[in-house]
């Protein structure tokens, strides 16, 4: 979990883009998560911020399984995968759905 300002250091980096963002996965299953930009996504979908982080941590996971969202099609497979899991996730009571 990182601040704005390093998220938007380690995207410009790695990335070329020096814009905080929400998740960036690296190969050796590093994942870089920035809860300030979660917090301003989560009401796209009207999530709780511990909701928008995990599902910031299963794109992640999705992406070091193989999974790619560069394409649209791709874009939907993956954000179908990823609200798919984290609502089991969420059927647990470990992460409130609201």
Do not use: W
């Not at 996965?25 to 301003?40: H, K, S, Y």
């Not at 299963?58 to 992406?63: A, E, F, Q, T």
């Not at 394409?71 to 089991?88: G, H, K, N, V």
């Amino acid at each position: 979990m990182v601040s704005e300002a390093e998220s938007g250091r380690v995207h410009a980096e790695f990335l070329n883009d020096p814009t905080p963002t929400d998740v960036i996965t690296f190969a050796d299953g590093e994942l870089i998560i920035c809860p300030a930009v979660a917090d301003r996504q989560r009401h796209i979908e009207g999530l709780t911020l511990p909701a928008e982080v995990l599902t910031y941590i299963i794109h992640g996971c999705l992406h070091l399984c193989g999974y790619d969202d560069r394409a649209d099609a791709d874009f939907q497979t993956m954000r179908r995968a990823q609200t798919r899991l984290r609502r089991q996730i969420q059927a647990t009571k470990v992460i409130p759905r609201h």
